[in-house]
């Protein structure tokens, strides 16, 4: 257990509907980061929030935005769903630093018909 | 180009036997880091192993060790005494200073091992 908590575990959604996943960082850990793994693109980061401000962007579309809150848990918002939106969707955690180890939640499975 | 790079996308390997996985990288920062996850089928990412570019000697956790070889931009896993559970995806991922830190990890395309008994 990485002590990274995400919810829910499986979502099914239709094309054009609106998701929200939520992400509990490990205790002491500031960073949160967000990654999307699917079959065509492999795992990719999207977004990295650091004490409640977003502080890098990486391959997140503009229908997909994230904040984090006060007490450093997270929300993935994912808007106008397609099919291609299909993924598995992670939360890292980790302090800050380089060379620190994000930890991986056990991922949310959305799947989009 | 791709910054991760691992070209076996499968491997068969007998159990209690040595594995290497390989890992090719691409960066111009000379500072970064360079990690191992594994992916079992049940889908959860775990932290294996990590190595920093200012590391003299190469990192060692358990049965895990990276064979890192600097100018070659080179960062081989190795499994020493492979065992059934070490059935799962792995992956090497870069994270590069110039981001401050900030930067997510890129990720190769990973490598399916199967350890057959």
């Known amino acids: 257990d990485s002590g990274v908590t995400q919810t829910p575990k499986h979502l099914i959604t239709a094309t054009g509907q609106r998701v929200t996943l939520r992400c509990s960082p490990r205790?002491?850990?500031?960073?949160v980061y967000w990654y999307q793994q699917s079959l065509d693109q492999g795992l990719q980061f999207l977004i990295q929030?650091?004490?409640?401000?977003?502080?890098a962007k990486g391959n997140i579309l503009e229908r997909f935005s994230a904040q984090q809150f006060p007490d450093l848990h997270s929300e993935l918002n994912l808007s106008s769903l397609e099919l291609g939106d299909s993924a598995l969707y992670f939360c890292?955690?980790?302090?800050?630093?380089?060379?620190?180890?994000?930890?991986f939640g056990p991922g949310t499975r959305l799947l989009v018909l | 180009a791709q910054k991760i790079t691992q070209t076996q996308p499968g491997m068969f390997v007998q159990e209690k036997e040595a594995v290497t996985l390989d890992c090719t990288y691409d960066?111009?920062?000379?500072?970064?880091?360079l990690f191992w996850y594994k992916q079992p089928s049940s889908g959860e990412m775990i932290f294996l192993i990590y190595?920093?570019?200012?590391?003299?000697q190469n990192a060692t956790e358990g049965r895990y060790s990276l064979n890192f070889q600097k100018a070659r931009k080179s960062a081989n896993l190795v499994i020493s005494a492979s065992q059934l559970g070490d059935s799962a995806m792995y992956f090497c991922?870069?994270?590069?200073?110039?981001?401050?830190?900030?930067?997510?990890?890129?990720f190769g395309k990973g490598t399916h091992l199967i350890i057959q008994p």
């Open positions: 890292a955690s980790s302090v800050e630093g380089l060379s620190e180890t994000q930890y």
């Open positions: 205790s002491g850990d500031l960073s």
């Open positions: 929030y650091y004490n409640g401000e977003e502080r």
């Open positions: 960066t111009s920062d000379p500072s970064y880091g």
């Open positions: 190595q920093g570019s200012y590391d003299q």
């Open positions: 991922a870069m994270r590069e200073a110039a981001g401050g830190g900030a930067d997510g990890l890129t």
